[in-house]
């Protein structure tokens, strides 16, 4: 139910938008958020946003460089990611709970329940 796509190999410095397209809901979507598991890493927030009001959190480490957004009448959600670096080198995955989460939570992956399948993002040197 949820698609992720736009993953890529790039250089350091460069662009990439990520969409997450989701289809064949049968709950509403209170949260959307993005999560990415590097080489070896622990999956990690991203950043997350807040269906009806458009309210955004993002980890410290993309704050400046990286803007979700979503555009309701196409149910998706994209990650607006310029001046990549090495270190954002993961796999990018997008996820979106049941129930309404409180923005201090939205940071915590058990929370989310549907996981998009995940798209590889490579940032070179």
């Known amino acids: 139910q949820l698609q992720a796509s736009g993953g890529g190999l790039v250089q350091a410095g460069s662009s990439l938008r990520l969409s997450c397209a989701v289809s064949g809901r049968t709950f509403r979507v209170y949260v959307m958020g993005w999560f990415r598991q590097g080489p070896g890493k622990e999956r990690e927030f991203v950043a997350a946003l807040n269906w009806s009001s458009g309210t955004t959190s993002y980890a410290d480490s993309v704050k400046g460089r990286f803007t979700i957004s979503r555009d309701s009448a196409k149910n998706t959600v994209y990650l607006q990611m310029n001046s990549l670096k090495p270190e954002d080198t993961a796999v990018y995955y997008c996820?979106?709970?049941?129930?309404?989460?409180?923005?201090?939570?939205?940071?915590?992956?058990?929370?989310?329940?549907?996981w998009g399948q995940g798209t590889l993002v490579t940032v070179s040197s």
């Open positions: 996820a979106t709970p049941t129930r309404y989460i409180i923005l201090s939570s939205w940071s915590t992956s058990r929370m989310y329940d549907y």
